[in-house]
């Protein structure tokens, strides 16, 4: 039966969860736009009002905690009571002992890159790439530029822009980091990060691949993310809940790309926090819990 403590948190996370962008009452995106566009020293210099505009917005956001976060959470509690009740029972604190569990898989951290710009027509685009088919994980496949977080980088903004650089030569500066989503699972159990960035000036971004990655670089349109058009879906099982992989066909000219799997869910994701509101499809996303123990083998379908 689940504690009351799981139930309050499952309450505030779907709370959090209905309103994607959680903005300040007080605030007003319209007239904080105006004065981070005319302030020299603002990161946000160089940004049209749209832009600015979604910069404050996306700034506001908060991403509501994992289901991963949550049993963490309820875990630490369940540790403590029963750290609690070993002291009461012997009478002083030096006599508990510890509880004996075996050691919890921790996965590794990562992050992913959602990069945004205007197109010529004022339509949000983001920033994609087709892998190397020389990769021996998800060869060939489209992504978001990132990867897996080294010692040296400070934070998940870190990650993703030191890898968006290392990948399509993407410069830092170039990119207003603006916010990060909830975390994500990979299909080999990475725990990833999607950092949001606004690119103010697309004409100073000069692509330049990593061929050892990256086959080519591309970009979309962020709202076909929400659009039940070129779509598909296929069922699978993680842990006991039943889930959708998407699947979204897009034409650039004569190429063709199909963006699936977990960069289809991080765009649908970021695309519902962006335009403030929920795909116009059934989403039935994973709840990216992390098994306790898992092998070499272990993968999420």
């Known amino acids: 039966m689940r504690s009351s403590s799981f139930k309050t948190l499952l309450r505030r996370t779907s709370l959090m969860a209905t309103n994607p962008s959680s903005p300040s009452p007080s605030s007003s995106p319209t007239q904080n736009a105006i004065s ?12 049209s009002q749209r832009l600015a505009n979604l910069a404050q917005q996306l700034r506001l956001y908060k ?16 540790r403590e009571e029963s750290a609690e009740k070993v002291v009461s ?11 004996s569990n075996p050691e919890r898989f921790k996965p590794r951290r990562a992050a992913v890159l959602v990069c945004l710009f205007e197109d010529g027509c004022g339509d949000l685009r983001v920033i994609l790439t087709k892998r190397s088919s020389r990769l021996s ?29 290392e990948e399509i030569g ?19 159990l990475l725990r990833v990060i999607p950092v949001i960035g606004i690119l103010s000036n697309k004409e100073l971004f000069k692509p330049a691949p990593n061929a050892e990655e990256v086959e080519e670089i591309f970009d979309a349109p962020l709202e076909m ?17 039943k889930y959708l992989i998407h699947h979204f066909d897009f034409r650039e000219g004569t190429k063709k790309f199909v963006i699936w799997g977990l960069t289809a869910g991080v765009l649908i994701r970021a695309a519902s926090v962006v335009y403030q509101r929920p795909p116009s499809f059934v989403e039935q996303m994973p709840k990216f819990r992390v098994p306790r123990l898992v092998t070499k083998d272990t993968i999420m379908p």
Do not use: C, Y
């Not at 994980?137 to 650089?165: C, F, M, Q, Y």
């Open 137 to 165: 994980t998800h060869s060939g496949e489209v992504s978001l530029p990132g990867g897996k977080a080294d010692e040296g980088d400070v934070n998940d903004e870190d990650t993703a822009t030191r890898e968006a650089k």
């Open 36 to 47: 981070i566009l005319t302030d020299p020293n603002s990161p946000f210099t160089g940004l």
């Open 89 to 99: 029972q012997v009478g002083f604190a030096e006599s508990a002992t510890p509880i």
């Open 225 to 241: 993310f929400l659009k039940d058009e070129n779509r598909r879906s296929e069922e699978k099982e993680w842990m006991g809940d």
């Open 170 to 188: 993407l410069d830092p500066s170039l990119v207003n980091v603006v916010t990060v989503l909830e975390p994500f699972l990979s299909k080999h």
């Open 63 to 78: 991403p509501p905690p994992s289901f991963q976060d949550i049993e963490d959470e309820i875990e630490e509690q369940r």
